[in-house]
Nanobody
Framework: QVQLAESGGGSVQAGGSLTLSCSVT????????LKWFRQTPGKEREAVAT????????YYTDSVKDRFTISVDYAKKTLYLQMNNLKPEDTAMYYC????????????????????WGQGTQVTVSS
């Protein structure tokens, strides 16, 4: 199991911005499915943003569209999640995940499809 490492979480007021980072060195070669998930207590971990390195395709859950941007810096071998106009409902533990999946599965892949996880980084948005 590959260990990833997130950073960049913190506490902000509603309307603020944060950028999360995740080292994905092992997954910058070939076609990998990279995702940001988030989880709040008592709820399942949900995918909020997806990036498929094979074609540079990005997907977002509806609640974060036009506010979050997922990207990869191949030189730094780092996955990012730029989060703008944050809302209190974005408060959660955020995890990055990576796996070599085919392009059809990647957009709909759930947490059970991933073996590479980070330890999570907390994002707290106050109103």
């Amino acid at each position: 199991q590959v260990q990833l490492a997130e950073s960049g979480g913190g506490s902000v007021q509603a309307g603020g911005s944060l950028t999360l980072s995740c080292s994905v060195t092992e997954y910058t070669y070939g076609s990998a499915c990279l995702k940001w998930f988030r989880q709040t207590p008592g709820k399942e971990r949900e995918a909020v943003a997806t990036f498929y390195t094979g074609g540079g395709l990005a997907y977002y859950t509806d609640s974060v569209k036009d506010r979050f941007t997922i990207s990869v810096d191949y030189a730094k071998k780092t996955l990012y999640l730029q989060m703008n106009n944050l809302k209190p409902e974005d408060t959660a533990m955020y995890y990055c995940a990576a796996e070599f999946l085919n392009p059809k599965l990647c957009p709909v892949a759930t947490m059970s499809d991933f073996h590479g996880w980070g330890q999570g980084t907390q994002v707290t948005v106050s109103s």
